[in-house]
């Protein structure tokens, strides 16, 4: 079984920042691709980042891609997004997930929600204009 906590979601204001944290435990074979996933009220699940806990490989979204990063601390079992330039359009609930090594590559294409085996609490970020 996996366990994943996520905390560090808030209230800002557009251009502002927020760092999450997902702090996960249990099998590592299942928690061998993290990623974070968004969810809008009214929209799909979003994939926003991605990170292989072998070797720190990282993948983020268009929609993200220089203002969020995706990091590890392999010693803390935590997986972390930092978020900069936060806009209105970033606001949602955050999600951290884990795949299992038996998903295939983490960086792979076409990668979606059902792939990832175990979900985090959610965590929510509003930015305001």
């Known amino acids: 079984q996996v366990q994943l906590v996520e905390s560090g979601g808030g209230s800002v204001q557009a251009g502002g920042s927020l760092t999450l944290s997902c702090t996960g435990s249990g099998s590592t074979d299942r928690r061998y691709c993290m990623a974070w996933f968004r969810q809008a009220p009214g929209k799909e699940r979003e994939l926003v980042a991605r990170?292989?806990?072998?070797?720190?490989?990282?993948m983020h979204a268009d929609s993200v891609k220089g203002r969020f990063t995706v990091s590890q601390d392999n010693a803390e079992n935590t997986v972390y997004l930092q978020m900069t330039n936060l806009k209105p359009e970033d606001t949602a609930m955050y999600y951290c997930?884990?795949?299992?090594?038996?998903?295939?590559?983490?960086?792979?294409?076409?990668?979606?929600?059902?792939?990832?085996?175990?979900w985090g609490q959610g965590t929510e970020v509003t930015v305001s204009s």
């Open positions: 997930a884990a795949g299992s090594r038996w998903l295939g590559p983490c960086l792979q294409p076409g990668l979606k929600a059902a792939d990832f085996g175990a």
């Open positions: 990170i292989a806990s072998a070797g720190g490989a990282t």
